[in-house]
């Protein structure tokens, strides 16, 4: 099992970016997936999950409304379009496995090694 | 939301020492609950879910256990390769709450 992110950067406030997360090494499409980010320093934070089929998805709080979670599965791919960043929003972003549905009790399994988001002027 | 809080923060310990990090929940969450191990740098690892269930790998002198609100993530004879940031989560809900993580480092 493998992820992959992408697509970090700096960015200044109000800007935008569009992280990616290559997945390979199990069936893409039989997964939950979420974003977890961990700003500098702090712990870990979900942002953002989506069903396995993309028809269910859910966002942290702070982030509802400028955030956009979306997945191609035919791509083996996750993707988190941030919109209107803040300087808050700074953090690593780590694509995550959710065993949701392939386990009655579940966990994060498998993590990228996330990409760095820094929105600064 | 449920919230998740750890104890201690931090916590320092020697080579050989057995330690107990512990992880309240505001309400019961059963079973549902994992344990992370994250070193500087790097992404967590799983080491625990349902609450005592180890991921593939993880060396038995780590051991996860409680129910409902309060629960151990105990580490018997710390190794050198132990000291980093532990995170328990609940996955009681969609949210999947983390903890505040407990950092333990060397004495």
């Known amino acids: 099992v493998q992820l992959v992110e992408s697509g970090g950067g700096l960015v200044q406030p109000g800007g935008s970016l569009r992280l990616s997360c290559a997945a390979s090494g199990f069936t893409f499409s039989n997964y939950w997936m979420r974003w977890v980010r961990q700003a500098p320093g702090k712990g870990l934070e979900w942002v953002a999950n989506?069903?396995?089929?993309?028809?269910?998805?859910d966002y942290v709080e702070s982030v509802k409304g400028r955030y956009t979670i979306s997945r191609d599965n035919a791509k083996d791919s996750l993707y988190l379009q941030m919109d209107s960043l803040r300087a808050e929003d700074t953090a690593m972003y780590f694509c995550v496995r959710d065993t949701d549905g392939r386990s009655y009790y579940p966990s994060f399994d498998y993590w990228g090694r996330g990409t760095q988001v820094t929105v600064s002027s | 939301d449920i919230q998740m809080t750890q104890s201690p923060s931090s916590l320092s310990a020697s080579v050989g020492d057995r330690v107990i990090i512990t992880c309240r929940a505001s309400?019961?969450?059963?079973?549902?609950l994992s344990w992370y191990q994250q070193k500087p740098g790097k992404a967590p690892k799983l080491l625990f879910f349902?609450?005592?269930t180890p991921q593939s790998g993880v060396p038995s002198r780590f051991s996860g256990s409680g129910s409902g609100r309060d629960f151990a993530l105990t580490i018997t004879s710390l190794q050198p390769e132990d000291f980093a940031t532990y995170y328990c989560?609940?996955?009681?809900?969609?949210?999947?709450?983390f903890g505040q993580g407990t950092k333990l480092d060397i004495k």
């Open positions: 309400q019961s969450v059963s079973s549902y």
């Open positions: 989560q609940e996955s009681f809900t969609i949210h999947r709450t």
């Open positions: 989506i069903k396995e089929d993309g028809s269910e998805k």
């Open positions: 349902a609450a005592s």
